[in-house]
């Protein structure tokens, strides 16, 4: 059984997943909106990904006996000056994400929630992983800086290289 506060932590933190993937999508939409398609690609699969995070947390706080409680989902910025500046929101946020999770795991110790610890263990790996793949992209993008398009473009095809999954899943026929 989960504890009142880490109940409400659990709860709050879901909402931040669900908000990160409302965030990616925005950004997606700037990126399409653009015309680069893969960063657009990219964002779209971060967004999927975020959802997954949240459906972990959903699922452990009805595993624990708990109450899920949603939230109202905050408008995510669509605009930004430059592609490099999109994927420092994008690495900041995951900073945010970061320091949010180890909140939760100080509170599963202090709470001496053991399985809760636990369970929080892959988020704090997961969250590592977030963190250097944004980064590199933001040192990518600051080598590439006012250089020809080039650069970007070349970005922009590496990124697509990572496609979201669920638009083809939900598009497959059924025989």
Known sequence: ???ERMLKALNEQLNKELFSAYFYFG???????MGFDGFARWMEAQAEEELGHALRIYDYIFDRGGKVELDKIEKPKQTFESP????????LHEVGVTQSIFKLVELAQEEKDHA????????????????????????KL??????PPQGLFMLDRELGARAPKLRALLTQKSE
Do not use: P, R
Request: proline letters at 0%; aromatic letters at 16%; zero cysteines.
């Open 84 to 91: 490099l500046k999109a994927f420092e929101a994008v690495y």
């Open 116 to 139: 809760t610890y636990q369970f929080l263990q892959w988020f704090v790996e997961e969250q590592v992983e977030e963190e250097a793949s944004t980064k590199a992209i933001v040192d």
């Open 142 to 147: 600051k080598i590439i800086g006012d250089h």
């Open 1 to 3: 059984m989960l504890s």
């Open 27 to 33: 950004i997606a939409a700037y990126f399409k909106d």
